[in-house]
């Protein structure tokens, strides 16, 4: 699987394209990171895995595995995106927090499909609906090298120039006034 | 958001966790056997007469050790016993014991004689994805405790200062 570090990438490369839409309204900036963390949420197993490897406890190891395959899943998906949503209970309404949770956590696993899956296994969307015969990858790249890492920095520093040209960095709403670049 | 929702929201990934421990106890024979059958080398060896040849397997271990004709790699095993892999016809020279290997393959296990496994492809797993989370973490603590303004005080975001934000 991709890291964290690409996963965000990829997520901020999404929210840039939106945020260049004519259509595109600067309150919908707060959900624009919710987006991103959704993104990056299935993947919350890594802290209980370095854990059990910590303890070096066989069962808690095995959990940690197999917590893997659930939250690559539509439903694991559902589930951290609930409880993540939990975390922001003054929120006025709690869908505008679950659904970016929800549609990064759904990039997330599309992002991962694109690789050789880990242990032969791709993502098993309809878990536990299906079984293992139904996952799938597009087995485009090995996971866990530098490759996605830097083409998806090649395409970030992509958007960085176009805001520089256009002057306007539109996920940030930060716009300079040309007096201060030229 | 209702107290009782919060409390089932927050506890909902104890459901994938039940999942887990579910899944970690069932065994599933393969219902396709026609496709690569991704397999644990411990069910592959408690199970050995189903995973046999000619169904093809993949597997993930730890190299032990490796024979010095470069032709057997040793696998860590189950309770501190070794998995015996024949890899004739394969340049295994850059292989070195520590090393997380996927293998592509099939099972003899089943054969007293043999009981080995047989390799028709490797990969070398070398893995940076868990040190490149560690940026990715602390990027996303910065976006939640400096750009939120999370605060754990309250578990959640401060409506005090969400509503200054709105009315600046």
Same mark, same amino acid.
């Given at each position: 699987?991709?890291?964290?570090?690409?996963?965000?990438?990829?997520?901020?490369?999404?929210?840039?394209?939106?945020?260049?839409?004519?259509?595109?309204?600067?309150?919908?900036?707060?959900?624009? @990171?919710?987006?991103?963390?959704?993104?990056?949420? /299935?993947?919350? *197993?890594?802290?209980?895995?370095?854990?059990?490897? *910590?303890?070096?406890?066989?069962?808690?190891?095995?959990?940690?595995?197999?917590?893997?395959?659930? &939250?690559?899943?539509?439903?694991?998906?559902?589930?951290?995106?609930?409880?993540?949503?939990?975390?922001?209970?003054?929120?006025?309404?709690?869908?505008?927090?679950?659904? /970016?949770?929800?549609?990064?956590?759904?990039?997330?696993?599309?992002?991962?499909?694109?690789?050789?899956? @880990? #242990?032969?296994?791709?993502?098993?969307?309809?878990? /536990?609906?299906?079984?293992? *015969?139904?996952?799938?990858?597009?087995?485009?790249?090995?996971?866990?090298?530098?490759? /996605?890492?830097?083409?998806?920095?090649?395409?970030?520093?992509?958007?960085?120039?176009?805001?520089?040209?256009?002057?306007?960095?539109?996920?940030?709403?930060? #716009?300079?006034?040309?007096? &201060?670049? *030229? | 958001?209702?107290?009782?929702?919060?409390?089932?929201? +927050? +506890?909902?990934? +104890?459901?994938?966790?039940?999942?887990?421990?579910?899944?970690?106890?069932?065994?599933?024979?393969?219902?396709?056997?026609?496709?690569?059958?991704?397999?644990?080398?411990?069910?592959?060896? !408690?199970?050995?007469?189903?995973?046999?040849?000619?169904?093809? +397997?993949?597997?993930?271990? $730890?190299?032990?050790?490796?024979?010095?004709?470069?032709?057997?790699?040793?696998?860590?095993?189950?309770?501190?016993?070794?998995?015996?892999?024949?890899?004739?016809?394969?340049?295994?020279?850059?292989?070195?014991?520590?090393?997380?290997?996927?293998?592509?393959?099939?099972?003899?296990?089943? $054969?007293?004689?043999?009981?080995?496994?047989?390799?028709?492809?490797?990969?070398?797993?070398?893995?940076?994805?868990?040190?490149?989370?560690?940026?990715?973490?602390?990027?996303?603590?910065?976006?939640?405790?400096?750009?939120?303004?999370?605060?754990?005080?309250?578990?959640?975001?401060?409506?005090?200062?969400?509503?200054? !934000?709105?009315?600046?």
């Amino acid at each position: 699987m991709p890291d964290w570090l690409t996963h965000m990438g990829i997520a901020y490369i999404v929210i840039w394209g939106i945020s260049k839409m004519p259509k595109y309204k600067d309150s919908l900036r707060k959900y624009f @990171w919710i987006f991103v963390i959704g993104m990056v949420a /299935p993947d919350i *197993e890594r802290i209980f895995k370095i854990v059990a490897q *910590e303890l070096g406890n066989v069962t808690f190891i095995n959990i940690a595995s197999n917590f893997t395959l659930i &939250s690559h899943s539509i439903l694991g998906v559902l589930l951290i995106s609930l409880f993540i949503t939990a975390f922001f209970p003054h929120e006025p309404d709690c869908k505008y927090i679950f659904l /970016p949770l929800f549609i990064g956590g759904m990039g997330h696993l599309v992002t991962d499909m694109i690789m050789n899956p @880990w #242990q032969g296994m791709g993502i098993n969307l309809f878990y /536990p609906l299906t079984g293992s *015969e139904f996952a799938y990858s597009f087995h485009l790249v090995w996971p866990g090298g530098f490759g /996605p890492l830097i083409i998806t920095g090649i395409i970030l520093l992509g958007t960085v120039c176009v805001d520089l040209i256009q002057k306007n960095f539109s996920v940030f709403n930060i #716009q300079f006034p040309k007096s &201060s670049l *030229e | 958001m209702k107290k009782i929702l919060r409390i089932l929201f +927050l +506890l909902s990934p +104890l459901i994938i966790v039940g999942l887990a421990y579910y899944e970690m106890n069932v065994w599933h024979p393969p219902l396709n056997p026609n496709i690569p059958q991704p397999v644990s080398i411990e069910t592959l060896l !408690e199970h050995n007469e189903t995973y046999k040849a000619p169904m093809e +397997l993949i597997i993930t271990g $730890d190299v032990f050790n490796k024979s010095d004709v470069d032709e057997y790699l040793f696998l860590d095993g189950i309770n501190d016993g070794y998995f015996k892999v024949n890899c004739t016809g394969l340049n295994i020279s850059s292989i070195e014991p520590g090393m997380t290997l996927e293998l592509r393959g099939y099972s003899f296990y089943d $054969d007293p004689e043999k009981q080995y496994f047989v390799a028709i492809e490797f990969h070398i797993a070398i893995s940076y994805s868990i040190y490149l989370s560690i940026p990715g973490a602390i990027l996303i603590l910065l976006i939640l405790f400096w750009g939120f303004k999370f605060q754990i005080k309250d578990f959640s975001f401060s409506r005090k200062s969400a509503e200054d !934000e709105k009315n600046a």
